[in-house]
């Protein structure tokens, strides 16, 4: 099965960019669809931005127009530009791939993003 590793989270402060990145160990070629979600304290895991084979994307409303989610497939990663953040942004993200050579939902093991002054 696939294994997939977030980073590039961190703390910043209200406004601020981050880059989040999803390294996958199997070839993206492969792979149908790749996502980001979320999930804050006590709350459910939440949709956040996913992207298609042919570079199709979807966001939430809630992060439309400030997040903007890539792949290099030749790098077998995924990236999610994240500006002028907010303190609701704050959450462990996780990074999401099924379809193609992913037979079941795959998720990696988060990486934390904190917006606070």
């Known amino acids: 099965q696939v294994q997939l590793v977030e980073s590039g989270g961190g703390l910043v402060q209200p406004g601020g960019s981050l880059r989040l990145s999803c390294v996958s160990s199997?070839?993206?070629?492969?792979?149908?669809?790749m996502a980001w979600y979320r999930q804050a304290p006590g709350n459910e895991r939440e949709f956040v931005a996913r992207?298609?084979?042919?570079?199709?994307?979807n966001y939430a409303n809630s992060v439309a127009g400030r997040f903007t989610i890539s792949r290099d497939n030749a790098k077998n990663t995924m990236y999610l530009q994240m500006n002028s953040l907010k303190p609701e942004d704050t959450a462990l993200y996780y990074c999401?791939?099924?379809?193609?050579?992913?037979?079941?939902?795959?998720w990696g093991q988060g990486t934390q993003v904190t917006v606070s002054s």
């Open positions: 992207i298609f084979p042919n570079d199709a994307t």
């Open positions: 199997s070839s993206m070629f492969t792979i149908s669809v």
């Open positions: 999401f791939a099924f379809g193609g050579s992913v037979s079941s939902p795959s």
